[in-house]
């Protein structure tokens, strides 16, 4: 079993930055592929990002490309979604997974989520 808990969520202007931690416990992250995912209301949910256990490959949505960077800390056994130059279309609740699979587009494991709101 892994417990996954996203943290770092808030209210941010167009065009700044938050940046997302995601602490599992129970298992070590380095056995799992890591994705980010959102849901925005009314909308289901979508992949956003992903990393494999490894840390070598790294997988975006095409919106986020170039503005997200998805990085874990082996270490620390966290996860993390670097966001820059946010857009009002960001807004959504934030979900890690794990993944025994890569592609990740779905999850053996996912986090409670945690809320981005971005203002125009």
């Known amino acids: 079993q892994v417990q996954l808990v996203e943290s770092g969520g808030g209210l941010v202007q167009a065009g700044g930055s938050l940046r997302l931690s995601c602490a599992a416990s129970?298992?070590?992250?380095?056995?799992?592929?890591m994705g980010w995912f959102r849901q925005a209301p009314g909308k289901d949910r979508e992949f956003v990002a992903a990393i494999n256990w490894s840390g070598i490959w790294r997988d975006y949505e095409e919106s986020v490309k170039g503005r997200f960077i998805i990085s874990t800390d082996n270490a620390k056994n966290t996860v993390y979604l670097q966001m820059n130059s946010l857009k009002p279309a960001d807004t959504a609740v934030y979900y890690c997974?794990?993944?025994?699979?890569?592609?990740?587009?779905?999850?053996?494991?996912w986090g409670q989520g945690t809320q981005v709101t971005v203002s125009s």
């Open positions: 129970g298992r070590s992250l380095s056995t799992y592929h």
């Open positions: 997974a794990a993944d025994s699979s890569w592609p990740v587009r779905s999850g053996d494991y």
